[in-house]
């Protein structure tokens, strides 16, 4: 027995009209020429919290939506439009010294779809209305551990480079790399501070490969697989020299090292001496820290926020 279609009620006309609608305006809004109806967008990227945070703000007054009855349309239109809005600024950050998302994504490796999940799954609070009842207000954030979970594609931890003359050595419980002032670029004749990214390298003075970020766990996605931090927290009044967080990750012995210069088309690797490399490379305990991502590193306060 075939179904027959039966003709729409009010209620679906008024759901089949308010669904036009709200294509109607998206598409103006996010992409016209000539918008009548405004979004804005403000984002900040937090290198020690690890999160990337956004607000995006529909203008209900300039679009002429009227409440109370109009507050359901503008949630509406607000929650379908913020992937989008959120895109950009996802794309333009920093991958690695050559590299940020939008390259990846140019290079076929990851999708608009798979930036986009980001914003989708990312951590909302409830929408809310500005003071004057003119703007529709949406709060997003992404922690930095599910965007460089888009990027980890290797199954097992790649061997770092085991030394042919091991040198003695301690065993640590962590890795922390001070650059938080101004080194030499390496290759170039002038200085930089070192810039914040997802998955830095670390190179020695010889400019072997230290650590990157295969050589990271990749069943690990609690944690990225360099943490940033600054001077202040890595030499507190504690027998290790440090507090919370950072003190769980990195034990009660932590190797400490000054970085001697940056290098990168971006200045985002940081360069250690051939002797403090070897103390990590020397002993299983220390290439463990970073299969384990038991790694900080130390920039100055004003590229981490």
């Known amino acids: 027995m075939k179904d027959r279609l039966k003709p729409a009620g009010k209620a679906s ?3 089949l009209t308010f669904s036009a609608f709200l294509s109607a305006a998206l598409a103006c809004a996010v992409w016209g020429q000539e918008e009548q109806v405004r979004f804005n967008v403000s ?3 937090d290198w020690l919290q690890r999160q990337f945070s956004a607000q995006a703000s529909y203008n209900l007054s300039q679009a002429g939506v009227k409440l109370p009855t109009g507050r359901l349309m503008g949630e509406e239109i607000l929650k379908n439009a913020y992937p989008q809005l959120l895109r950009p600024y996802l794309l333009s950050l920093r991958v690695d010294s050559d590299s940020v998302i939008k390259t990846v994504v140019d290079n076929g490796e990851l999708s608009f779809d798979d930036i986009d999940s980001l914003s989708i799954g990312a951590d909302k609070t409830p929408l809310s209305l500005s003071p004057d009842l003119a703007v529709m207000i ?9 965007i ?6 290797h199954r097992q931890a790649a061997e770092p480079e085991t030394p042919l003359l091991p040198v003695q050595t301690a065993d640590y419980t962590g890795i922390i790399i ?7 670029v390496h290759g170039r004749v002038s200085g930089a501070l070192l810039e914040p990214c997802i998955f830095p390298k670390v190179w020695d003075t010889n400019m072997n490969i230290v650590y990157e970020r295969e050589m990271s766990d990749p069943a690990n996605r609690e944690n990225t697989m360099i943490r940033y931090a600054l001077t202040e927290t890595v030499f507190r009044p504690t027998p290790s020299g440090l507090e919370g ?5 990195l034990g009660s012995r932590p190797l400490r ?8 088309v971006h200045p985002t690797d940081p360069v250690i001496d051939r002797e403090d490399a070897l103390k990590i490379l020397s002993t299983d305990n220390n290439r463990r820290l970073l299969r384990e991502g038991r790694v900080v590193l130390v920039l100055n306060e004003k590229m981490l926020k």
């Open 13 to 15: 006309l008024l759901r």
């Open 43 to 45: 984002v900040s990227v």
């Open 138 to 146: 949406g709060r997003y954030t992404i922690p930095m551990e599910k």
């Open 148 to 153: 460089s979970a888009l990027f980890t594609r």
């Open 178 to 184: 001070i650059a938080d002032r101004e080194l030499p």
């Open 245 to 249: 967080e950072l003190a769980d990750l």
């Open 257 to 264: 090292i000054i970085a001697r210069g940056v290098f990168g």
